[in-house]
């Protein structure tokens, strides 16, 4: 059974820091997704990325398939970006479903 | 793009009644759409896989009865709750891709409540 590990669980830092949550997971994927859940319960797709490295503004995926491996970095880090992220795998095979780590609870203060 | 849309977003019933949910692709056609149930401070676990013109494909300890799926269309995926109970309170989101070269989209949410 696939499983996806998150760490830390939770993240408290100042405004300005650099930011990094992990992700590993345990077999092989089709690719990974990086989400972003708002207090409201809302969740919005941050990258979906298969190899190597994708840049958005001040975030930055990065995933090591040999290692199993993910991280999200957020720089200059700001209180908007106070929400949860989740790691999630995305199977191989027709089917392609997801299968979400628990979760970072991330609280930027100003 | 690729834009999903869910409602109602919030919505309380009674105990014993019944409750729709509806998932729409509003911008690409969806042959498959996930739904999901989260409880507070747990993790999304996927309940079903809804198939356009088949029946669902549910996960174990999902009960297909109480938790009707129905795909009759490309772009709708509708998730009743049948006879709610307090313990089917939760956080009901549901997903879907145009392809496999594009991320997964996500609904905005139902939050349901059974008194």
């Known amino acids: 059974k696939n499983e996806v590990e998150q760490s830390p669980q939770n993240l408290t830092a100042q405004e300005g820091e650099f930011i990094t949550i992990n992700c590993s997971y345990s077999v092989g994927i089709s690719a990974l997704h990086w989400l972003q859940q708002h207090p409201g319960g809302g969740i919005v797709s941050l990258f979906m990325l298969s190899s190597g490295k994708k840049k958005h503004g001040r975030l930055i995926a990065t995933i090591n398939i040999q290692e199993k491996h993910s991280s999200l970095h957020i720089t200059a880090s700001h209180p908007r970006d106070s929400a949860v992220y989740i790691c999630?795998?995305?199977?191989?095979?027709?089917?392609?479903?997801?299968?979400f780590g628990s979760g970072t609870q991330l609280t930027v203060l100003p | 793009g690729a834009v999903v849309s869910q409602h109602p977003s919030r919505v309380i019933c009674k105990s014993g009644t019944s409750v729709k949910i509806e998932c729409r692709s509003l911008?690409?056609?969806?042959?498959?759409m996930f739904w999901y149930r989260q409880f507070p401070k747990q993790s999304l676990m996927l309940m079903a896989t809804?198939?356009?013109?088949?029946?669902?494909?549910?996960e174990q300890g999902v009960e297909k009865d109480k938790f009707l799926i129905n795909h009759a269309s490309l772009t709708l995926s509708t998730l009743t709750v049948t006879s709610a109970h307090p313990e089917d309170s939760s956080f009901y989101i549901c997903?879907?891709?145009?392809?496999?070269?594009?991320?997964?989209?996500f609904g905005s949410g139902t939050r349901l409540t059974v008194v």
């Open positions: 911008d690409f056609q969806a042959t498959t």
């Open positions: 997903s879907a891709s145009p392809d496999q070269n594009y991320g997964y989209t």
């Open positions: 809804s198939n356009e013109g088949s029946k669902a494909t549910y």
């Open positions: 999630a795998e995305i199977s191989s095979g027709s089917a392609r479903q997801l299968t």
